[in-house]
């Protein structure tokens, strides 16, 4: 059993940055990839990026690749989301999400999920 709470999330102007957190709890999380979606209003889930277990792999969706960065710190059982030149159409609520097979990108194949944290860019 995974938990994880999401946190960081906040209101910023165009052009600026945020570091969301996603804190896990459990004993099989350093073997869990850990995925990033969004959901703005009225739309699907959309995949923005994930990471291995073991820290060896990431992966981004095309809407924010070079913008966004995924990293990891296992011995703090916690991974980041550090989003940068955030455009209005980032706006969403964030949510990270435990899948124990990495290479995933839909939402149904990820197993564990926070409650998410609301995003608001700011035009």
């Known amino acids: 059993q995974v938990q994880l709470v999401e946190s960081g999330g906040g209101l910023v102007q165009a052009g600026g940055s945020l570091r969301l957190a996603c804190a896990a709890s459990g004993r099989t999380f350093s073997g869990h990839t850990v995925g990033w979606f969004r959901q703005a209003p009225g739309k699907a889930r959309e995949f923005v990026g994930a990471v291995s277990g073991g820290n060896h792999f990431t992966a981004y969706g095309d809407s924010v690749k070079g913008r966004f960065t995924i990293a990891r710190d296992n011995a703090k059982n916690t991974v980041y989301l550090q989003m940068n030149s955030l455009k209005p159409e980032d706006t969403a609520a964030y949510y990270c999400?435990?899948?124990?097979?990495?290479?995933?990108?839909?939402?149904?194949?990820?197993?564990?999920w926070g409650q998410g944290t609301q995003v608001t860019v700011s035009s």
């Open positions: 999400a435990a899948d124990p097979i990495w290479g995933h990108r839909r939402a149904e194949d990820y197993d564990y």
